[in-house]
């Protein structure tokens, strides 16, 4: 099946500075890569997310970047702000069986 | 409202007691899932179900049934709940495409915190 690492897992950033999270994934045949955003004590809601046919994808101060060859995708935050401080889960998936999460990203953003 | 609806919220049981925890979205979404979420660990899939009547192990199926006699509708089941099974559990929907086997985003609920003593 398919595998998801993701690092760091934990990120401290300067407020304003930007914060960057990676994810690698091991089954070519992923093609459906969502990131999600889950505050403390609720659940997980999507933020941005990428098909295998889109190399980058921008929404506001998100961007996601993908790289299928070498089989790894990206998370950028920019001018992060204190509602950025969460946790953010990576996930990959071919469609049939659903999404696989990587252990996730503690962003803490440091006034 | 759009939403994917759990419960119950918390829940503290004994081993061995079987409990079930109910799902219902209102979406007519045909893909529906359950995962849990442990510290350190993230969300593991358990069951996913693709359509009516048609379910699938997840990760980490073991202790676990699920049911899909409705398209709204997907119970967890914990037959003999043991403490290992202590843990935070989200529902989710979304709908599929089998023709060309795309999924669109996962609407998770807002979860279950289950205690087994």
């Known amino acids: 099946g398919e595998n998801v690492e993701q690092h760091p897992s934990t990120l401290s950033v300067q407020e304003g500075d930007s914060a960057v999270i990676k994810c690698t994934y091991s089954d070519s045949a992923s093609n459906y890569f969502p990131w999600y955003k889950q505050e403390l004590g609720k659940r997980p809601q999507l933020i941005i997310d990428i098909r295998s046919n889109v190399g980058e994808k921008k929404d506001q101060r998100i961007a996601v970047t993908l790289n299928k060859t070498a089989k790894h995708f990206s998370l950028h935050i920019t001018e992060t702000q204190p509602e950025d401080s969460a946790v953010y889960f990576c996930?990959?998936?071919?469609?049939?069986?659903?999404?696989?999460f990587g252990k996730g990203t503690h962003l803490i953003i440091q006034p | 409202e759009a939403q994917v609806t759990q419960n119950p919220r918390y829940l503290i049981t004994v081993t061995g007691k079987k409990l079930t925890v109910t799902c219902s979205q209102n979406?007519?979404?045909?893909?529906m899932s359950w995962y849990r979420q442990d510290p350190g660990l993230g969300l593991r899939q358990i069951y996913y179900?693709?359509?009516?009547?048609?379910?699938d192990k997840g990760d980490v199926p073991e202790g676990y049934k699920v049911s899909r006699k409705e398209k709204r509708n997907f119970p967890l089941i914990l037959e003999s709940p043991s403490p290992n099974q202590t843990s935070l559990y989200f529902c989710?929907?979304?709908?599929?495409?089998?023709?060309?086997?795309?999924?669109?985003?996962?609407?998770f609920g807002n979860g279950t915190r289950l205690t087994v003593t």
């Open positions: 989710a929907s979304s709908f599929y495409s089998p023709w060309v086997g795309d999924n669109s985003p996962l609407h």
């Open positions: 996930a990959a998936s071919r469609g049939a069986d659903g999404l696989t």
């Open positions: 979406m007519n979404h045909e893909y």
């Open positions: 179900s693709m359509n009516v009547e048609v379910t």
